[in-house]
C-alpha cells in the first residue's frame, strides 16, 4: 500500500502569525473512497491555557480536551483539503488522518505530528528594539567638567564605607527622548532594564545598585519618578507607557523572575521560596564560573511561588506593558513558563515573550520556545 502523503509534511515546523491561513492537504494515492480529517489542537488554545492552570493549581491531570478533528473536504480524486484560519497565539500541533469507506480503522501518514507556532501579528516583523536604563537619562547625559573632581570625591566616600549614588534619570526625562528614539531612529519597542527598588546599602552592586537585584516586583524604584505630589512613581511609569504607545510604539519591561536582590520583600516574608546551599544558604545563581552574590535564587518547586509570579507579570501587562524579557530564563523550568504564560494570554493574547538565553543549552532553548510557548529567543552566544 502506499503511503498517505500530507503537506506540510508530518514532523515538519510551520511559523505563522494570527490572521494567516494554515492549509492542510492529504494526498491517498489509490483513490479509495473514504473521510479525511486533520486532528489538532488549534482552535482550542483557551482550552489549553485552561488545563495547564488546572494542573499547577490544583494538581488536575491535563486531558488533552483542546485536541479535536476537522473535516478535510474532497478536492480530487484522492486528494483532501482544509484551510484552517490562525486565530490563537500559541504552539500547536496536528495531523492528517483517513478513515476508509467501510472501516474503522484510521490510517495515518508516517512521521511526527506537524507543529504549528502562532505569533501576535504586530510581531510578524520590524521588531526593532531600543534598550534603556532609565536612571542614565538624567545628568550622565551631559558631560560636566566636574565629573572627574566628583568621582574622587565618590571614591573617598565609598573608602569611609558610604552609599554614594549620582543623580538619576527618571520616568520623564526618558518621555522626552521618545522622539528621537522612535520617530528620528526608527525604533518600534523600547525595552526597560528593570525598574524595580534596588539595594542601596549592603550587597549593592555597581554605582547604582544592580537593576537585576530586584527588591520588590510589584513597584518601581522611586528614584526613577519626579517628586510630584499629583502623580506617584508608578504613575509616572503609566505616563511613560502611554507616551510610547501614543507615538506607535510598544513598550517591553525586563523582568529576572529567576531571582530578587538580597533583602527583598519576597526573601523576608517567603524565605522558603528560596534555593538553599548544603550548609542551608540561600543560593546565588551565576553563570560561566562567575556567581552573582548580590542575588538570591528562587526555588519554582512551589506553587505558591508559580502563581505568585504569575501575578508579577499580569501586575504590568494589565497597566500596558506589551512584552517581557525574561532574564535568565532558560533558568526556569518550562513547566513555570507553560504556566506564567498561560495564565497572561488569558487575559493579553498578544503579550510577546523574550527569551534571554545568555549560556543556556541549545536543547532548553528550543524547549521553552516550543511547548513552554515563549516567543523570542536570543543569547549573547550565539
Not at 503537506?7 to 494567516?20: F, H, I, M, W
Not at 552609599?163 to 520623564?172: D, L
Request: proline content about 8%.
Amino acid at each position: 500500500m502506499k503511503r498517505l502523503e500530507q503537506t506540510p509534511a508530518s514532523g515538519s515546523q510551520v511559523l505563522a502569525c494570527t490572521g494567516d491561513l494554515l492549509e492542510v492537504t492529504l494526498r491517498v494515492p489509490d483513490n479509495r473512497p473514504g473521510e479525511a480529517f486533520f486532528r489538532t489542537n488549534l482552535g482550542q488554545a483557551a482550552m489549553r491555557r485552561r488545563e495547564i492552570v488546572e494542573h499547577t493549581e490544583s494538581d488536575i491531570p491535563p486531558l488533552a480536551r483542546d485536541w479535536h478533528d476537522i473535516p478535510l473536504r474532497a478536492s480530487g480524486p484522492g486528494r483532501y483539503l482544509a484551510r484552517i484560519p490562525l486565530l490563537d497565539v500559541g504552539w500547536f500541533a496536528g495531523k492528517t488522518c483517513f478513515l476508509p469507506r467501510g472501516s474503522g480503522a484510521p490510517e495515518w501518514p508516517d512521521g511526527d505530528n506537524l507543529i504549528v507556532k502562532v505569533g501576535p501579528a504586530h510581531a510578524a516583523c520590524a521588531n526593532t528594539l531600543y534598550t534603556a536604563f532609565i536612571r542614565q537619562f538624567g545628568p550622565a547625559l551631559q558631560r560636566d567638567p566636574r565629573d572627574a573632581a566628583c568621582r574622587h570625591l565618590e571614591q573617598q566616600l565609598d573608602a569611609r564605607g558610604y552609599a554614594v549614588i549620582p543623580p538619576s534619570g527618571t520616568f520623564r526625562s526618558l518621555i522626552r527622548k521618545l522622539d528621537t528614539i522612535l520617530g528620528d531612529l526608527r525604533f518600534r519597542i523600547v525595552q526597560l532594564l528593570p525598574i524595580h527598588p534596588t539595594p542601596t546599602t549592603f550587597a549593592r552592586m555597581g554605582r547604582y545598585g544592580s537593576p537585576f537585584a530586584g527588591l520588590d516586583f510589584l513597584s518601581v524604584d522611586p528614584a526613577l519618578a519626579e517628586f510630584d505630589r499629583q502623580a506617584t512613581p508608578l504613575g509616572q511609569f503609566d505616563e511613560l507607557i502611554d507616551a510610547v504607545h501614543a507615538r506607535g510604539g510598544r513598550l517591553f519591561l525586563d523582568l529576572p523572575a529567576n531571582h530578587t536582590g538580597w533583602a527583598s520583600t519576597l526573601q523576608i516574608h517567603h524565605p522558603e521560596w528560596f534555593r538553599r546551599g548544603r550548609d542551608n544558604a540561600f543560593a546565588s545563581p551565576g553563570a560561566w564560573g562567575v556567581i552573582w552574590a548580590d542575588l538570591v535564587e528562587l526555588d519554582y518547586r512551589f506553587p505558591g511561588l508559580r502563581a505568585f509570579m504569575a501575578e508579577v507579570f499580569l501586575f504590568w501587562a494589565r497597566r500596558g506593558v506589551d512584552g517581557f524579557r525574561c532574564d535568565a530564563g532558560y533558568m526556569i523550568p518550562a513547566e513555570t513558563w507553560r504556566y506564567i504564560v498561560a495564565r497572561v494570554r488569558d487575559e493579553l493574547p498578544d503579550t510577546v515573550f523574550l527569551l534571554e538565553g545568555l549560556g543556556g543549552p541549545v536543547a532548553v532553548t528550543e524547549q521553552l520556545l516550543a511547548e513552554a510557548n515563549l516567543d523570542w529567543a536570543y543569547s549573547e552566544l550565539f
